[in-house]
């Protein structure tokens, strides 16, 4: 096996910096170029926490199973940091709900293990519906070419089509039908909810559902 923490620290994943909690204490009224860069910069942080779960699966086979729980607690911590800082971040500020919505409800999913592919919740926190399509069409080629079993295709497709849903767009009735058909526990509250993200007020709502989901 590899060392964690020295495979952690050639990654930069040590110690990461919660931007969140940062900007919180100093956050008043942001004008519209400073609340882009602020999403700029917290969808920055989010993407480097998910990516390290990304990478964390993928090389789990070179990690002892002690090590490899450990870090995976480790980073889901700095994710429930980060979305409380967040929630206070937005609390009572429009128009930061409209443009981090995506990004508190994917960090939601992804500690509540609604969302298993740190992929999707990349692309769902980052509102990338085109990309969702285009993984989507390809875990159906490999699943066709029998390269991907039932099991993961099933799983995969149903993060991916909730995530869409969830973004707006329009679904098929048979992606319609196999969403409801195989979404369970905490992903079928999070594709079951009927707002789409980026609508006011919606937020705390659809993140409420998914947290009862995980008790």
């Not at 079951?192 to 995980?214: H, L, R």
Request: glycine content about 4%; charged content about 30%; aromatic content about 6%.
């Amino acid at each position: 096996t590899i060392s964690l923490y020295s495979w952690m620290h050639d990654w930069g994943y040590v110690e990461i910096p919660c931007l969140a909690s940062k900007v919180s204490e100093t956050m008043a009224s942001y004008g519209d170029k400073e609340t882009q860069q602020l999403k700029a910069n917290i969808e920055q942080q989010l993407n480097r926490l998910l990516t390290q779960l990304q990478d964390l699966e993928e090389l789990r086979e070179d990690l002892d199973e002690d090590e490899y729980e450990a870090t995976k607690e480790e980073t889901t911590q700095q994710l429930k940091e980060f979305e409380a800082s967040l929630q206070k971040m937005m609390s009572g500020n429009m128009s930061l709900v409209d443009e981090l919505s995506a990004v508190r409800l994917a960090i939601k999913g992804a500690i509540s293990d609604a969302f298993k592919t740190p992929e999707v919740i990349k692309m769902f926190a980052n509102k990338q519906p085109s990309q969702l399509r285009f993984k989507l069409a390809e875990l159906e080629r490999e699943h066709k070419l029998q390269k991907l079993d039932t099991t993961t295709y099933t799983m995969r497709s149903v993060e991916i089509l909730a995530a869409l849903k969830r973004l707006g767009e329009k679904l098929s009735p048979a992606e319609d039908e196999f969403l409801a058909k195989n979404a369970t526990g905490s992903m079928a509250q999070f594709a079951t909810a009927t707002d789409a993200v980026g609508e006011s007020g919606i937020m705390n709502t659809a993140a409420d559902q998914v947290s009862a989901a995980q008790k």
